[in-house]
């Protein structure tokens, strides 16, 4: 049931309108219907199988009652970003006024620009990149229109440690995310994060939320939407991150400059990440990356099976994937005891910094040492259940952890071209 | 009870956007929102210009094939909604 709902989804997600055979969906039963539902909505793509499946000759096909279902969830969509956007057009506004420079990231951007109606691509915050040097005034701005630090004792860290601040306005719809710089969390040092000296050089203007901003030139926002889905998020970021991508590519296809995208991935060493998600939305949603990228990026060492293990992931979304997180993977992979011993005490007691990213600790409290036990109860919480089953020596759950080690640790070796 | 000759308005905390062939109206106060299929958007594109519902019904009545009863009825029940959602104002 589930391989079939996810191949109907696919296909009614792939660029071409005629790929699903509307038969598939003449047999599809009350229950069937149900998963498929089901299944958009977890992946964050309801609204892209509405508007294919109120367009022949796919129309014909589709019970009123889910037509009906699916509507309710593109008008709801449309409605969330309606409310996004009337948050982002004052902060807009006040941080050019302000004489600070923003680059409209992701979702925000996306929506309004690339999939060209708010009511196809869900988001659950607005992420904004200004310089590293304006980042405190771009912090003293925002706090004036009424926003509060999600985290306040990263006030004092900004722009010197971690990438970003989060924060929100009380009554206010989303989470802001303020970017000084774009690191990918996950990716080495080695690998760490794009070159944000370029970014800013190569940032174009576009019109957003009817307000004058700036986003990344088209080879460095696709850049950032493959590693975001293929680093950060190790593939698990579901079929949206997929769609993200193919329809970037359609919408821009005749201006991107596969070159200098190339020339970048090559110098920084993320062939097999990018590789492997142009390859996936090539071949499961048609996105037209050239034959010739798709070589050149191909990585000459790549485990067997390691297309199925990156697609379990990626159409697994909300399984599999939210219990188990990269610090559990590294924490229970096979590996010496110093080596275990390490990153639990890693996991257990981070860096004051990091613990100010974690709890709403107020600014230079000693809270803050009271919060390391909170942090234990967390993890007992959150991790305490696939512990236990992998202590007891469950068989799925173990092989499970082995693969995922297994891909983690092949993804992040340095490319061998 | 309301009336053809009704003069209504966008309220000023309703905020609408295109979407598609559709166009949606939310009230940033209440969250309602209402979706419009291209027929409801084309009524609210002639209410905003006309401002009355004897306006609208009159130029609607030009460009669509429907008895005047019918598209009279249509135009209040939806109006009707919509003043009950607090998407659309007496003006």
Redesign the interface.
């Known amino acids: 049931m589930e391989i079939t709902t996810c191949a109907t989804l696919l296909d009614c997600l792939h660029r071409d309108e005629h790929r699903l055979d509307p038969a598939a969906l003449s047999v599809l039963t009350d229950e069937g219907w149900t998963a498929l539902i089901e299944m958009a909505t977890r992946h964050g793509v309801a609204p892209l199988l509405y508007r294919r499946l109120k367009a022949p000759p796919l129309a014909g096909c589709v019970p009123d009652g889910v037509r009906k279902r699916l509507r309710g969830l593109y008008l709801n969509t449309a409605a969330c970003n309606m409310r996004l956007y009337e948050e982002l057009r004052p902060l807009l506004l006040a941080l050019r006024a302000a004489g600070i420079p923003v680059v409209v990231l992701k979702g925000a951007y996306l929506a309004e620009q690339v999939y060209r109606n708010i009511a196809l691509r869900p988001m659950g915050d607005i992420d904004l990149l200004v310089p590293a040097s304006q980042a405190r005034e771009a912090w003293r701005v925002v706090k004036e229109l009424g926003y509060r630090l999600l985290y306040p004792a990263t006030e004092t860290l900004i722009p010197s440690f971690g990438k970003d601040f989060v924060c929100r306005k009380p009554g206010g719809f989303a989470p802001v995310e303020i970017h000084w710089t774009i690191r990918i969390a996950g990716i080495s040092d080695k690998k760490d994060g794009m070159d944000d000296k370029e970014l800013w050089q190569n940032a174009r203007t576009i019109r957003i939320a009817e307000i004058d901003a700036m986003t990344l030139s088209i080879e460095d926002f696709l850049l950032h939407l493959c590693l975001h889905a293929s680093y950060q998020h190790e593939f698990a970021f579901g079929l949206r991150g997929l769609c993200d991508i193919a329809i970037f590519i359609e919408r821009f296809e005749p201006e991107i400059d596969w070159s200098a995208l190339r020339a970048r991935v090559s110098r920084h060493r993320w062939c097999k990440g990018v590789y492997l998600i142009l390859y996936l939305a090539s071949v499961r949603m048609g996105a037209a990356v050239p034959e010739e990228v798709l070589s050149a990026l191909k990585p000459v060492d790549p485990p067997a099976g390691v297309i199925e293990q990156v697609e379990r992931r990626l159409f697994g979304a909300g399984a599999e994937t939210m219990a188990m997180t990269s610090n559990t993977i590294d924490f229970f992979k096979p590996g010496r005891l110093g080596d275990w011993a390490r990153v639990l005490w890693r996991r257990l007691f981070p860096s004051r910094e990091e613990m100010t990213y974690m709890y709403p600790i107020p600014p230079g409290s000693w809270v803050l040492y009271g919060y390391y036990l909170v942090r234990i109860r967390d993890l007992m919480r959150r991790h305490g259940a696939v512990a236990w089953r992998l202590l007891r020596g469950d068989r799925e759950l173990t092989e499970t952890v082995r693969r995922r080690a297994a891909l983690r640790e092949w993804l992040f070796k340095a490319d061998a071209q | 009870m309301l009336t053809r000759d009704a003069r209504l308005q966008i309220p000023e905390q309703v ?1 609408t ?1 295109q ?2 062939d ?1 166009t ?1 109206l ?1 009230n ?1 106060e209440s ?1 309602i ?1 209402f ?1 419009l299929d291209p027929v409801g958007s084309r009524f609210l594109e002639l209410l905003e210009a006309e401002g009355t519902l004897a306006a609208v019904l009159a130029k609607m009545l030009e460009e669509f094939d429907v008895t005047e009863t019918q598209l009279e009825a249509d135009l209040l029940r939806l109006a009707d909604e919509m003043l009950a959602s607090g998407l659309l104002e007496a003006a």
Do not use: H, T
């Open positions: 905020v956007r979407v598609g559709e949606v939310l940033l969250g929102y979706g």
